[in-house]
């Protein structure tokens, strides 16, 4: 167990609507990294949030979007979803935002769209 | 931006033989490298990391090795056993401002009893 919880585990929905995938980081850590993996691109980086905080943006595309609490966690938000956005999304956790500390990655959210 | 290349896709040993992946980076500013371990439907695990004023990094069975002039890093496995079959994944971050970790597209090892 990583200390990283993601919710829900599964999500099966429709092209054209829109989920939100939600990530409780490890106790202490203040930073949240969203990931997707799919077979095609693999492991993908997102954005990363740290203490509320937008630090660092990958290729998320504009119909995503991503937010962390007062509380740090966080939540990713997908939407108008496509075929092509079936996949795994990872959320990972450290305990700063620099100096490379290691990320933990909870156990991601299956997304599959009909 | 970073690129991270990972060879082989795709490896089989036997078991108690040792298994090399190798992946190389594009940015010479990235300073850390990790490896993750994936097993089928779970999560990436970290394994062991690097930074780049390290040159060898060990831990039981599992050893990295960093060469910061060619750009390159590798992972190496002795004394493999069937639980070490997995996906692994080797990464690269330079941490500057930000903390994104640039992924390889991983090596499915396959150890053979």
């Known amino acids: 167990d990583s200390g990283v919880t993601q919710t829900p585990k599964h999500l099966i929905t429709a092209t054209g609507q829109r989920v939100t995938l939600r990530c409780s980081p490890r106790?202490?850590?203040?930073?949240v990294y969203w990931y997707q993996q799919s077979l095609d691109q693999g492991l993908q980086f997102l954005i990363q949030?740290?203490?509320?905080?937008?630090?660092a943006k990958g290729n998320i595309l504009e119909r995503f979007s991503a937010q962390q609490f007062p509380d740090l966690h966080s939540e990713l938000n997908l939407s108008s979803l496509e075929l092509g956005d079936s996949a795994l999304y990872f959320c990972?956790?450290?305990?700063?935002?620099?100096?490379?500390?290691?990320?933990?990655f909870g156990d991601g959210t299956r997304l599959s769209i009909l | 931006g970073e690129n991270v290349e990972q060879h082989p896709s795709t490896l089989s040993v036997q078991e108690g033989d040792s298994a090399v992946i190798k992946c190389t980076y594009s940015?010479?500013?990235?300073?850390?490298f990790p490896w993750y371990k994936q097993e089928l439907g779970k999560r990436p695990q970290l394994i062991i990391d690097?930074?780049?004023?390290?040159g060898e990094k060990k831990d039981q069975r599992i050893a990295v090795t960093l060469n910061k002039t060619a750009k390159h890093f590798s992972l190496h496995i002795t004394e493999t056993q069937p639980e070490d079959s997995a996906v692994y994944f080797c990464?690269?971050?330079?941490?500057?401002?930000?903390?994104?970790?640039?992924f390889g597209q991983g090596t499915r090892l396959t150890i053979n009893p």
């Open positions: 690097i930074r780049s004023n390290v």
């Open positions: 940015d010479s500013a990235s300073n850390y």
């Open positions: 949030y740290y203490n509320g905080e937008e630090r």
């Open positions: 106790s202490g850590d203040l930073s």
């Open positions: 990972a956790s450290s305990a700063s935002g620099t100096g490379n500390q290691p990320q933990h």
């Open positions: 990464a690269a971050s330079n941490g500057q401002g930000a903390q994104k970790l640039v």
